[in-house]
């Protein structure tokens, strides 16, 4: 294993031994491997590296109440900005659809998605039926996600979402706010080397209606080498000016 893998892996090494063993790999046609910890259970495992395609959302435009008015959305945008400029953990839902591929892994009492640069990993809890109180849970950028199964679907439904901090902007529209939920439904499709998940979000303070998009990932092969990520330094001076200084202020300095 080259240094660069095993840097990579470490925060997936790490946070699997924190909530149990991975499962065993099965061999899929094509030569792609799908993990299993049984082949009653073959279907509900989705642990594996995954890619989104330039062909990959299917994102409809969401469905907002009129009191969502366009200084609302700035100020969003302007948050979400800040929260980029100074290397916060971004978060729900930018995590998944952040550019990179996705390494998840199956535990005893959880399932771990770690994201191939600085953010932190998303755990989806299987030993949970109920969400932590909210007198004891802070709310967070990823929000408290609990997860079990529907026949061959995973379901997850999450809440407790801090409503400021991280990028906010959900796709398709809208933002999230401490009282939205999230309920994501994860199929293995084409054999298992094709991952469906379906975002489901609500909020009386944001939608009119569920807003509902579509990601389809696709399993990259065992033998795939993560990149090492580019440190987020939010005190470099040339990072600085090209967040925060003026577009046309630049592109007329390179005249």
């Not at 892996?9 to 099965?26: D, K, N, Q, R």
């Not at 090492?228 to 925060?244: G, H, K, M, Q, V």
Request: proline share 7%; net charge neutral; charged share 25%.
């Amino acid at each position: 294993m080259t240094v660069e893998r095993l840097t990579a892996y470490v925060c997936t090494v790490l946070v699997v031994i924190t909530v149990g063993s991975p499962v065993l790999s099965a061999q899929e046609p094509g030569g792609a491997t799908r993990s299993a910890s049984s082949a009653s259970t073959a279907t509900l495992d989705i642990s594996g590296l995954w890619e989104l395609s330039f062909d990959s959302r299917r994102i409809p435009e969401a469905t907002v109440l009129p009191s969502i008015t366009r200084a609302m959305r700035a100020d969003r945008t302007k948050r979400d900005a800040y929260a980029v400029r100074w290397c916060n953990m971004l978060g729900m839902p930018w995590v998944m659809d952040s550019g990179r591929p996705l390494d998840i892994r199956h535990g005893r009492t959880a399932i771990v998605i770690v994201p191939e640069h600085s953010s932190g990993p998303r755990y989806l809890y299987l030993d949970r039926k109920t969400h932590i109180a909210e007198d004891i849970f802070d709310p967070t950028t990823y929000g408290d996600s609990i997860a079990h199964r529907e026949g061959d679907t995973l379901v997850v439904d999450t809440v407790g979402f801090h409503p400021d901090r991280g990028i906010t902007a959900i796709p398709g529209g809208g933002f999230r706010t401490a009282t939205s939920r999230l309920v994501e439904r994860y199929r293995l499709l084409e054999n298992g080397n094709v991952l469906s998940v379906v975002f489901t979000w609500t909020d009386p303070k944001v939608f009119r209606m569920p807003h509902t998009y579509e990601f389809r990932y696709n399993r990259l092969p065992d033998d795939y080498e993560p990149r090492l990520w580019a440190p987020c330094d939010p005190f470099s001076e040339t990072r600085a000016r090209f967040l925060d200084g003026p577009l046309a202020g630049a592109a007329a300095g390179n005249r």
